[in-house]
Structure formats: C-alpha cells, structure tokens
C-alpha cells in the first residue's frame, strides 16, 4: 500500500524507516510549506499526518477531497474536530485519530478507566493527573493527558481531577493518574522510552484503515 508522509520531522522520519515492517511504500513526503496535491502525493492511499494543530482541518480537508485516507498524529486541533469530521463525512473518506498512538498508553487509558470506575462511588479518594514532555512540546496539558482525565470521567468519577504539566529536557512523555485517601494512594503511570511505540502505532491504523470509510478512534485498532 502506498503511503503518505504529512509532516517530515522526527516522527516522520522515523514512520520513514519502519514503514517497510508493515508492508507500507512511502511515495511521498510533504514538509511544512509543502503543497499538499494529486502530483504530490504520487499515489498514495493513505496517509500520516503529525504535523501542528493550526494546519489539520486544512489537510484533512484537502487530503479528504483527494480520496486519500488519514491518520491523524497531530495535537492540539480538538477544537476543529466538528470541521475535521464534516470533511470526512462530505467526501466519504476515512479518518482514524488519537492524542498519542502508543499501544501501551491506549492500555493505560483501559487501566486508569476501570480505577476510575471502581473507585466512582468512594468519595475518600480524589484524583489527580500529571504529565511531562521535552521543552519542544507546544501543547499543555497534552492531548493524552486531556483524554484520559475524559476517560474517567466516561468511567463515571464525577469529581474533579487535578491536572498539572511539565516541559523539560527531551523525555519522550510520562503519564501518571493518581487517587489518594487517607488510608493510602494508587499510582498508574506511563512512561515512554522513544517516540518508536508512537510511530508503530500509526503505522498499524494506516494498515488498518485501508479502504474504510468514516471516522474513528484508535482504540477500535486494537480492541474491537
């Protein structure tokens, strides 16, 4: 299957060189400042986008009228997602997106929802959620850390969760969901080694969401 590459940074680069283990050929590679175009794309039928969130709901709507599928890596557009799914829907192509595409967090966020469900009916326990990431990260608190505090609250725990971010150095990013009482603390915590677990997890939704149609969250990869 032939694939494009939206965004040519380090995550793009790194999609690059592990695109073959899936079977995938990168026809394309389209920077920032790079038209998105038929020419462009030379072929592709799916493509990967991490690329910043003031440019999705423009590629997203021009890859859409294209035809071409879409993984969306991007952070900090969740505003523009009533756009971003009408451009899907108006040109009947198909879009899987989440705030991070590791496997490991997309179980950690199964983890953190079930504590939460279980403790919703304990009002000695509050809650808290913190993350880091590198210095070069724009949005905060992130994406991931967003959803999974909105993971709880689908769960069912109804009070409120105390959120707090840091920015420093290059760790790729830690997430950590805490609940504290008097009597003790529970502590779930992610924390990714390099940017690779990301990477292949784009990699499996672009296999995945070859030749379907509407837009969907990345928890259908792997669990449904």
């Known amino acids: 299957m032939n694939l ?14 592990l695109a073959p283990e899936y079977g995938l050929n990168v026809t394309a590679r389209v920077d920032a400042g790079d038209a998105i175009t038929r020419e462009s794309l030379a072929g592709a039928e799916v493509a990967i986008e991490f690329s910043s969130g003031g440019v999705v709901p423009g590629n997203v709507e021009t890859l859409a009228a294209l035809g071409v599928n879409i993984v969306e890596g991007t952070t900090g557009w969740l505003e523009h997602l009533p756009a971003v799914k009408a451009s ?3 040109h009947n192509t198909a879009l ?32 808290w959620a913190w993350e880091i990431h590198h210095s070069a990260k724009k949005d905060a608190p992130s994406g991931t850390l967003l959803k999974l505090v909105d993971d709880m609250k689908q769960a069912g725990y109804a ?15 830690t997430h950590e969901i805490g609940f504290d009482s008097q009597a003790d603390t529970i502590t779930l915590r992610h924390t990714a080694r390099s940017r690779d677990g990301f990477a292949r997890g784009a990699l499996k939704a672009a296999q995945w969401i070859a030749g379907k149609k509407g837009f969907h969250e990345f928890h259908e990869v792997l669990f449904t």
Do not use: C, H
């Open 159 to 173: 009070r409120p969760v105390d959120l707090s971010s840091s920015r420093a150095g290059a760790t790729p990013g």
């Open 96 to 127: 899987v997106w989440s705030p991070n595409f590791s496997i490991g967090v997309n179980v950690f966020s199964r983890l953190v929802a079930d504590a939460a469900r279980l403790l919703q009916n304990e009002p000695g326990y509050e809650a």
């Open 88 to 90: 899907i829907e108006k």
């Open 4 to 17: 494009a590459l939206i965004g040519y940074g380090k995550m793009g680069r790194m999609l690059d060189n």
